[in-house]
């Protein structure tokens, strides 16, 4: 990562071995940004083969972990920078977990999106990402969308906790276009009474348009009452739900077409 950190190639393709990575036995932590025009970076888990090869890959991302410290993030990634016209930040095929994540500001998977640029999540599961602090702290994850095209998808969230939010934070500002589909949200919990969404809260500034579809958020924090799965701010409106499934809802989307609530029946927990 550090070297494609320090790159000006405009393609770099980064195969991960499965197993468990702990940030912790790491020089530095697990970061990866697209600063170039016209940089393709990919980074993608569960990768194997004779030899240390990567010529065979298993599309399970419980297969591929990628483990935060106190100070550290699971993982940073995204396009970097005003500059990056063109750039595309990719990363698919990986489990994030932080029991114990302790840094304000921050998340267990802590992504941007600038410029002209384009960030892809995908196949994620977030698990266990727990920020202890009682300030400025969230738990699975926190996008930062300016400007930029943010698309994350096929992601499961269980079984996390956070100050302001357990499960996803997404603000999309200065024009940006954020799109978050298939996405599960459950059992992550806002620790704070001041919180007002406990699953997923999405912000939008300054002409910024974010698409949730075909996604469920649903069994987060119950309790205080004010403390809703899903939360809706911001100046400008530009939310809309396609066929969203949710617990409770705390603001108003621009458009909500066919919405439903109540036990989505899943197999079992987080299944």
Excluded at 92 to 102: A, C, E, I, Q, V
Aim: hydrophobic residues 35%; proline residues 3%.
């Amino acid at each position: 990562m550090d070297e494609a950190n320090a790159s000006t190639d405009t393609n770099f393709i980064i195969r991960v071995r499965t197993g468990t990575y702990d940030a912790a036995q790491a020089v530095a932590k697990f970061e990866l940004g697209a600063s170039e025009p016209d940089q393709v970076i990919e980074l993608s888990g569960g990768w194997s083969g004779s030899g240390n090869t990567c010529q065979s890959r298993s599309l399970n991302p419980s297969l591929t972990v990628l483990q935060g410290t106190p100070s550290r993030s699971a993982l940073t990634f995204g396009t970097r920078t005003t500059t990056n016209q063109g750039s595309v930040a990719y990363v698919n095929g990986f489990t994030l977990r932080n029991p114990l994540f302790s840094e304000s500001g921050a998340a267990c998977l802590d992504g941007f999106a600038r410029g002209a640029g384009e960030t892809r999540v995908e196949r994620l599961h977030l698990r266990q990402c727990v920020a202890s602090l009682n300030q400025d702290t969230y738990g699975a994850a926190r996008f930062h969308n300016n400007g930029a095209r943010l698309t994350v998808r096929d992601v499961n969230v269980h079984d996390n906790s956070g100050h302001m939010i357990g499960g996803i934070f997404a603000i999309t500002t200065q024009g940006g276009v954020t799109a978050l589909s298939q996405i599960s949200i459950t059992q992550s919990l806002a620790t704070s009474e001041q919180a007002t969404g406990s699953g997923l809260f999405l912000q939008n500034y300054s002409g910024g348009t974010t698409h949730l579809s075909n996604s469920v958020v649903w069994d987060n924090d119950a309790a205080p009452a004010a403390v809703s799965d899903i939360a809706v701010s911001g100046n400008n409106g530009n939310v809309h739900f396609t066929r969203a499934h949710y617990g409770s809802l705390n603001g108003t989307p621009t458009s909500n077409n066919t919405p439903s609530t109540g036990d989505p029946g899943f197999v079992a927990s987080g299944d």
